[in-house]
């Protein structure tokens, strides 16, 4: 590709720029729009004069310099509405009217998920008119209700909130993006249609598919088929749904280019085969292709494949030569002008991606290929998929910590039968329009292709190390991985590009290798992760050892805090491997997250109280797979770690296993306390007063520095006996913003305050990470980035 035949590339490179810039563009307005005044003269100016060529340079330099402040200016946060929802005083519960943005989705038996775009709310008796979208879980059987339809229900709003750990998903940002800036909650009884379910044609359109080919298909095949042809992913079998992401396919579940192709090219082959001219099929094709996205939904990947369609189909209309950068770079600035928070969507990034690295790339490869005997169609197979997979890697890194070994083999077979089966999808679509026993000989053809394509998937995802994960890469490795990428098309031009090419990869490598060699500082690091309610613990030893204490909440009907939220940060250590996995007791809120950990992670050791209770079967037939050595601890063991020494308080040992705890299960919770040179830290699980009671009575060395608050702050842990016995200097408390349970209570924060100790808590403060050298204690508050140091005692806990 020559850089002149897209010009827009850079226009579009500098207008993103501008969108990353946009939270500086806020605080200074002003200054950007007389700066943007200033440049446009400029290049006015220097348009003008273009017929000298030093001139030439700075209308370039200009016109980039403008477009970068016009994408700030777009990207830059707009002022609310004064009707906005948000700007409203409510009350704790209070009734919405609103139009659904879009379907229902039901993610659990008794929750269904809304988008509503509000236009009032009551104020007592009062009807205020209001602007806004909120996102809205319901609990309960809802109503039948559909997109486009105005409903009321009453709700509980609250700012959202997510889990605020390093390197974690900013969940908040992402719903500003959407334009929510509350979440609402309530009973699905109080939902009430306001009109009939009369959605527009598009919605209808969907429906009818979905449901036409869920009558003619097995449930697996028409959630697959529904996912390739509508990108409707729901109901696909979560053990499906992990074998296309381990075989490195995933992406075909994505409607994007690869469906639009088909469409068009169907199109094209039917009509001219009818003998229409070929302008006309231009324009039937681009309203086909519009008609479809309409159909399919607004996602990033849609939009750019439509539209990257449609001007192509211009081009033919004027009988002009196509561009493929440029129509990409075109697509990125219309897109981005429309909905400036898209440049963060990991959707909009892989599309745009593995599209840019299929133009750029795929040339330059396929002619290596070529040039060494291999066939042109394989040459050509190959080098989309090396050129869409090398673009795509920093972005998979980035946001789900993947690498996929066996995508490149794997999409050589998966490809063709998903065009097969997408192509017959649509087709067995149109014919049952017209006729039902015609559609009744097509599904069961396409049923075998499904098949056929389902058996490649999980015989990709069955080779060992399919799918890797590693922590995402820094703007160094990142940079100089493109900067690789980028010389690809010239390497065989000149030596140097070949030279340069390997530096920038040796450098990208070694960039991504470091994390996992870099030398230690010497610290001891205790991260307590905010699981909301629920309890995760990393302690990380100076000589390399990790111990994880529970893996937050999981389960049915729950967000899988182990996959979604430890394991990404475990990744990022960087940590393949945790030496030992200590679960205090069977409730989900601890255990149910380690199924995560002990799946994705090598495990040395689970330690265990030995009563797994109901609810916790996934994770202990995960720990049964794992392979881990499984160890049932009672009080008086010492067990070292590296240069720590961990010993167990809790629980006893003279309750048989197989009885039930007359206290309940939370007495029963492993309490553990680690020593390290000056520092020592009592980990006592969901422990309540009989369990502190016990542990008490036994005489056992409790005095500590640290204390993580028993039971997250119940009001019937941390009695005033405990807390005189351990006199915690800091005292961490894992809790769930808003729980229901009114964690930590008034009664548990004041006895922790009499004893004197400082008081965090992962609600407000998000994750609290402790570090210490042996002499000093440095403890960060990560949602705020404060750092506060202690000096410890040498004789505390001796």
Same mark, same amino acid.
């Given at each position: 590709?020559?850089?002149?035949?897209?010009?827009?590339?850079?226009?579009?490179?500098?207008?993103?720029?501008?969108?990353?810039?946009?939270?500086?563009?806020?605080?200074?307005?002003?200054?950007?729009?007389?700066?943007?005044?200033?440049?446009?003269?400029?290049?006015?100016?220097?348009?003008?004069?273009?017929?000298?060529?030093?001139?030439?340079?700075?209308?370039?330099?200009?016109?980039?310099?403008?477009?970068?402040?016009?994408?700030?200016?777009?990207?830059?946060?707009?002022?609310?509405?004064?009707?906005?929802?948000?700007?409203?005083?409510?009350?704790?519960?209070?009734?919405?009217?609103?139009?659904?943005?879009?379907?229902?989705?039901?993610?659990?038996?008794?929750?269904?998920?809304?988008?509503?775009?509000?236009?009032?709310?009551?104020?007592?008796?009062?009807?205020?008119?209001?602007?806004?979208?909120?996102?809205?879980?319901?609990?309960?059987?809802?109503?039948?209700?559909?997109?486009?339809?105005?409903?009321?229900?009453?709700?509980?709003?609250?700012?959202?909130?997510?889990?605020?750990?390093?390197?974690?998903?900013?969940?908040?940002?992402?719903?500003?993006?959407?334009?929510?800036?509350?979440?609402?909650?309530?009973?699905?009884?109080?939902?009430?249609?306001?009109?009939?379910?009369?959605?527009?044609?598009?919605?209808?359109?969907?429906?009818?598919?979905?449901?036409?080919?869920?009558?003619?298909?097995?449930?697996?095949?028409?959630?697959?088929?529904?996912?390739?042809?509508?990108?409707?992913?729901?109901?696909?079998?979560?053990?499906?749904?992990?074998?296309?992401?381990?075989?490195?396919?995933?992406?075909?579940?994505?409607?994007?280019?690869?469906?639009?192709?088909?469409?068009?090219?169907?199109?094209?082959?039917?009509?001219?085969?009818?003998?229409?001219?070929?302008?006309?099929?231009?324009?039937?094709?681009?309203?086909?292709?519009?008609?479809?996205?309409?159909?399919?939904?607004?996602?990033?990947?849609?939009?750019?494949?439509?539209?990257?369609?449609?001007?192509?189909?211009?081009?033919?209309?004027?009988?002009?030569?196509?561009?493929?950068?440029?129509?990409?770079?075109?697509?990125?600035?219309?897109?981005?002008?429309?909905?400036?928070?898209?440049?963060?969507?990991?959707?909009?990034?892989?599309?745009?991606?593995?599209?840019?690295?299929?133009?750029?790339?795929?040339?330059?490869?396929?002619?290596?290929?070529?040039?060494?005997?291999?066939?042109?169609?394989?040459?050509?197979?190959?080098?989309?998929?090396?050129?869409?997979?090398?673009?795509?890697?920093?972005?998979?890194?980035?946001?789900?910590?993947?690498?996929?070994?066996?995508?490149?083999?794997?999409?050589?077979?998966?490809?063709?039968?998903?065009?097969?089966?997408?192509?017959?999808?649509?087709?067995?679509? +149109? @014919? =049952? $329009?017209?006729? %039902? /026993?015609? *559609?009744?000989?097509?599904? #069961? &053809?396409?049923?075998?292709? +499904? @098949? =056929? $394509?389902?058996? %490649? /998937?999980? *015989?990709?995802?069955?080779? #060992? &190390?399919?799918?890797?994960? +590693?922590? =995402?890469?820094?703007? %160094?490795?990142?940079?100089?991985?493109?900067?690789?990428?980028?010389?690809?098309?010239?390497?065989?031009?000149?030596?140097?590009?070949?030279?340069?090419?390997?530096?920038?990869?040796?450098?990208?490598?070694?960039?991504?290798?470091?994390?996992?060699?870099?030398?230690?500082?010497?610290?001891?690091?205790?991260?307590?992760?905010?699981?909301?309610?629920?309890?995760?613990?990393?302690?990380?030893?100076?000589?390399?050892?990790?111990?994880?204490?529970?893996?937050?909440?999981?389960?049915?009907?729950?967000?899988?805090?182990?996959?979604?939220?430890?394991?990404?940060?475990?990744?990022?250590?960087?940590?393949?491997?945790?030496?030992?996995?200590?679960?205090?007791?069977?409730?989900?809120?601890?255990?149910?997250?380690?199924?995560?950990?002990?799946?994705?992670?090598?495990?040395?050791?689970?330690?265990?109280?030995?009563?797994?209770?109901?609810?916790?079967?996934?994770?202990?037939?995960?720990?049964?797979?794992?392979?881990?050595?499984?160890?049932?601890?009672?009080?008086?063991?010492?067990?070292?770690?590296?240069?720590?020494?961990?010993?167990?308080?809790?629980?006893?040992?003279?309750?048989?296993?197989?009885?039930?705890?007359?206290?309940?299960?939370?007495?029963?919770?492993?309490?553990?306390?680690?020593?390290?040179?000056?520092?020592?830290?009592?980990?006592?699980?969901?422990?309540?007063?009989?369990?502190?009671?016990?542990?008490?009575?036994?005489?056992?060395?409790?005095?500590?520095?640290?204390?993580?608050?028993?039971?997250?702050?119940?009001?019937?842990?941390?009695?005033?006996?405990?807390?005189?016995?351990?006199?915690?200097?800091?005292?961490?408390?894992?809790?769930?913003?808003?729980?229901?349970?009114?964690?930590?209570?008034?009664?548990?924060?004041?006895?922790?305050?009499?004893?004197?100790?400082?008081?965090?808590?992962?609600?407000?403060?998000?994750?609290?990470?402790?570090?210490?050298?042996?002499?000093?204690?440095?403890?960060?508050?990560?949602?705020?980035?404060?750092?506060?140091?202690?000096?410890?005692?040498?004789?505390?806990?001796?």
């Amino acid at each position: 590709m020559k850089w002149h035949e897209a010009p827009l590339l850079p226009l579009s490179a500098a207008f993103a720029l501008g969108i990353v810039a946009a939270p500086w563009a806020a605080a200074a307005p002003g200054r950007l729009l007389v700066a943007g005044g200033l440049l446009l003269g400029l290049g006015a100016c220097a348009a003008a004069l273009g017929r000298y060529r030093p001139c030439e340079g700075a209308a370039t330099v200009a016109l980039l310099a403008v477009t970068f402040v016009l994408g700030a200016l777009r990207g830059a946060t707009e002022p609310l509405p004064a009707d906005h929802i948000a700007r409203a005083e409510l009350a704790p519960v209070v009734r919405i009217e609103g139009r659904l943005a879009d379907e229902p989705i039901r993610w659990a038996p008794d929750r269904t998920r809304l988008s509503l775009e509000v236009d009032g709310y009551f104020d007592r008796n009062d009807r205020r008119p209001a602007s806004g979208r909120l996102q809205v879980t319901l609990y309960g059987e809802t109503a039948p209700v559909g997109e486009g339809q105005r409903v009321s229900v009453e709700l509980k709003l609250s700012r959202p909130r997510g889990f605020r750990n390093p390197g974690g998903f900013d969940y908040p940002a992402f719903l500003r993006r959407e334009g929510i800036l509350l979440v609402g909650s309530g009973r699905a009884e109080s939902l009430a249609a306001l009109t009939a379910d009369e959605p527009p044609w598009p919605v209808r359109v969907k429906r009818w598919a979905v449901a036409a080919i869920g009558a003619h298909l097995p449930e697996t095949s028409a959630a697959l088929l529904a996912g390739l042809i509508l990108g409707e992913k729901k109901g696909l079998p979560p053990e499906s749904d992990e074998a296309f992401r381990r075989a490195g396919v995933y992406h075909i579940l994505a409607v994007s280019g690869f469906n639009v192709a088909l469409l068009a090219s169907s199109v094209f082959f039917v009509l001219s085969a009818l003998g229409i001219s070929r302008r006309a099929t231009a324009v039937t094709a681009g309203a086909a292709l519009v008609g479809f996205a309409l159909v399919v939904g607004g996602q990033a990947s849609v939009l750019r494949a439509t539209v990257m369609g449609l001007l192509l189909l211009a081009a033919l209309l004027l009988d002009r030569k196509s561009q493929l950068m440029n129509a990409l770079a075109l697509a990125a600035l219309a897109l981005l002008t429309w909905r400036p928070g898209d440049l963060w969507d990991p959707g909009f990034q892989l599309s745009f991606a593995a599209t840019a690295g299929i133009i750029y790339l795929t040339p330059a490869i396929t002619a290596w290929l070529a040039a060494r005997g291999w066939p042109a169609w394989l040459a050509t197979a190959v080098a989309v998929s090396v050129g869409a997979q090398a673009a795509v890697t920093p972005v998979m890194l980035i946001h789900f910590n993947q690498l996929s070994l066996i995508g490149i083999a794997a999409n050589l077979i998966v490809v063709p039968l998903a065009a097969v089966a997408t192509t017959l999808g649509m087709l067995a679509l +149109l @014919v =049952a $329009l017209a006729s %039902a /026993v015609a *559609a009744d000989v097509i599904f #069961p &053809a396409l049923w075998l292709v +499904l @098949v =056929a $394509l389902r058996a %490649a /998937v999980w *015989a990709a995802a069955a080779v #060992p &190390a399919a799918m890797i994960h +590693l922590p =995402a890469p820094g703007w %160094a490795a990142i940079f100089t991985w493109s900067m690789a990428l980028a010389l690809v098309p010239f390497l065989g031009a000149r030596r140097w590009t070949r030279s340069a090419a390997a530096a920038c990869l040796i450098a990208a490598l070694a960039l991504s290798i470091w994390p996992w060699v870099e030398p230690g500082d010497g610290r001891l690091r205790i991260t307590f992760l905010d699981v909301g309610q629920g309890d995760a613990i990393l302690v990380e030893l100076p000589e390399g050892q990790r111990l994880l204490v529970d893996g937050g909440a999981a389960g049915a009907r729950r967000l899988d805090v182990g996959e979604r939220v430890v394991a990404p940060y475990l990744w990022n250590r960087p940590a393949a491997r945790v030496d030992a996995v200590a679960v205090t007791h069977s409730d989900t809120d601890h255990s149910g997250g380690l199924r995560a950990v002990l799946t994705r992670f090598r495990v040395g050791e689970l330690w265990e109280n030995g009563r797994w209770g109901p609810g916790s079967e996934e994770t202990l037939r995960a720990a049964e797979r794992s392979g881990a050595c499984r160890r049932t601890l009672v009080a008086g063991q010492r067990i070292w770690l590296g240069s720590a020494l961990v010993t167990v308080l809790n629980p006893d040992g003279t309750l048989p296993l197989d009885e039930p705890a007359p206290d309940g299960e939370n007495e029963q919770s492993l309490v553990l306390r680690l020593d390290w040179r000056g520092f020592s830290l009592l980990l006592t699980g969901d422990l309540g007063r009989p369990g502190e009671e016990r542990v008490l009575a036994s005489h056992a060395p409790v005095r500590v520095l640290v204390l993580k608050v028993g039971h997250h702050g119940s009001r019937f842990s941390s009695t005033g006996e405990f807390l005189a016995a351990t006199r915690p200097e800091v005292a961490v408390i894992s809790v769930g913003a808003r729980n229901p349970f009114r964690h930590p209570t008034p009664d548990a924060l004041a006895r922790l305050e009499a004893a004197g100790a400082r008081i965090y808590r992962t609600d407000r403060d998000g994750a609290v990470i402790l570090e210490t050298d042996g002499a000093s204690l440095w403890i960060t508050r990560w949602a705020s980035g404060t750092v506060e140091r202690l000096d410890l005692d040498p004789e505390r806990g001796a």
